[in-house]
């Protein structure tokens, strides 16, 4: 059976000469996109291929689609080829950020493109050091491959999100940090505050101390309390630029929960207009 959700490191070192599995390091730095690729080039998991947030995980930002738009599906089939993955091979992606980038090439594989068998690596690269599994500097070069998909409709637009503002069937969920949801601080977004009537979740209250994910059975009691009557299939996923969001995304498939839908232009897309309401503060 795939991996669809978490592997722990201790697996993974098990699988590390394994061809059938392909290694992704999804490391990023929001305030300096050059760090991580330098990171990465230094020290990382046997045989991982980098790929970076800003080139490979995401299309030109024009200004008005959001930091992190979707790439053109076929562009980015190619670079997974490159990479070496098809749809025989069971992908694990990693970061240094709590999961908060790699679950974005998580759900643009499992969900965007269809292709269950990948995984977080959980605890990321932090548990991986922790444990004292291996680390290299070798850049691999893997063999070429084909990845073929059909794009799903899995995501929202900001249309929609407009259309249903106020709508009671829906909910929105903002997974940033409470004090930029709240509009108290922002250092990426030329606005700050939240789309009104979002809820908060920060994607890292997915997480235990230890930076692994919590058990099926605290998320599926959190997101009750969180959701309420809300049917869950109709959770709206957003935070600052579609990335982060899938953390919680992951989290609520991971309580068993129908995970909801993904606004990939988020609120960096939302507050490009002016037109377009806002709002501060916590919600009621």
Not at 117 to 145: N, S
Not at 163 to 186: F, Q, T
Request: charged share 25%; hydrophobic share 40%; aromatic share 8%.
């Amino acid at each position: 059976m795939p991996y669809t959700t978490l592997v722990s490191a201790e697996e993974l070192a098990r699988h590390l000469d394994d061809p059938s599995w392909v290694v992704v390091d999804c490391r990023h730095d929001l305030a300096n996109p050059d760090a991580a690729e330098r990171s990465y080039r230094k020290a990382h998991i046997p045989g991982a291929r980098f790929m970076h947030a800003d080139r490979d995980l995401s299309g030109p930002p024009t200004g008005k689609n959001g930091r992190h738009p979707l790439p053109d599906a076929t562009t980015f089939m190619a670079k997974l080829g490159a990479a070496g993955i098809d749809r025989t091979k069971q992908v694990v992606v990693y970061d240094a950020q709590g999961g908060g980038i790699c679950v974005r090439l998580w759900w643009m594989l499992k969900h965007w493109l269809g292709h269950d068998a990948v995984a977080v690596l959980d605890g990321g690269w932090a548990k991986w050091l922790k444990d004292d599994h291996p680390e290299t500097d070798v850049v691999p070069t893997p063999a070429a491959a084909r990845f073929e998909a059909t794009p799903r409709e899995v995501a929202v637009d900001t249309d929609f999100v407009g259309m249903h503002l106020g709508d009671p069937w829906y909910v929105l969920l903002d997974a940033r940090a409470g004090e930029r949801y709240r509009g108290e601080s922002e250092s990426i977004d030329p606005v700050a505050g939240h789309i009104p009537g979002a809820v908060n979740r920060f994607f890292k209250d997915n997480l235990r101390p230890d930076g692994t994910f919590k058990s099926a059975e605290v998320l599926r009691a959190e997101y009750a309390a969180l959701l309420g009557n809300a049917v869950p299939e109709r959770v709206i996923h957003q935070c600052g630029s579609g990335v982060s969001a899938c953390h919680n995304l992951l989290a609520m498939e991971l309580a068993g929960l129908p995970p909801g839908r993904l606004y990939v232009g988020s609120w960096s897309e939302w507050c490009a207009d002016p037109a377009r309401p806002h709002a501060t503060g916590a919600a009621p």
